[in-house]
């Protein structure tokens, strides 16, 4: 019998362990925290608990999430165990439809017709083509490949932004190095990234002034991408029109937070995608059983790489 143990402010144990065990009659699951740590073998979790030094037999951690960094970043991390993330196409889809949503809204200019509408103000502006349009995604993974096909598939001119800058067809891809190439008269651009210390505060000043005027940002990645005081500033500037914004270094937003109140932000309360159940659940026994076979596990975190 293996034991794993659960933890997570966002996931639910009594609704996870009727799922697993149905699936998993070898392995039994407990709520952090655990009474006996040593037996413990596997951490089914968002965060790391506390205290995950009594965890002297552990072997295999599986996040319930699709990113990874607030468990690498933690020095409390065993160093030497696998750990998986989750990425399931559910997930994918979700974040496609949202970035898609807020792309076809700035693009078609649906915020200005609603400003127009609360002054009863009929007022047609030219449509602008997509293939007008440059639109670049930074972070070519699973999530970010898929919103650059689906940007192309609209009909803007796609640039994307991968640490390998392997070509992907209808994108022109750019490797990390090549950022400011990337970036120069960006329309638009979206960050799917994974935050790591190459990537902490990479939505800065030094990117907004080579975007085209009045260009659109798109921040699915991690609050810590962004440097918030560059964005206030290229607002102030006139650089940036307009951004969503769906996550942030403190969340929840802080009501003292300046990004609540700049028109053209819209905030949403890290929605773009998540990980729901039904369509993790499978991974992750599969993930669990694997750990303990000597299977392939899915989406296995490269240490080195930061995700
Ligand atoms: C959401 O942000 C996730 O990492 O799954």
Redesign the pocket.
Known sequence: MTLVAFNSRFHDFDVWNRALRDRLPEFTFVPWPPVEPSRVEALLCWDLPADTGQLSNLKFIQCL???VDHLLSNPETPRDIPIARIVHVD?VGALVQFVSASILAWHRQLPLYRRLQSDKTWGPSPRIPSAQRKVGVMGLGKFGAAVAQEMARLGFQTRGLSRSGRPIENIQVFSMSDVTAFITDLDAVICTLPLTPDTIGILSRRLFERMSNGAHIINVGRGEHLIEADLIDAFASGRMASASLD?FRTEPLPPDSPLWAIPGVEVTP?VA???RLESAIDIVAENLRAAFSGAPISDLVDRQGGY
């Open positions: 999430g699709a990113g997930q996550v890290h995608t998540s990980v």
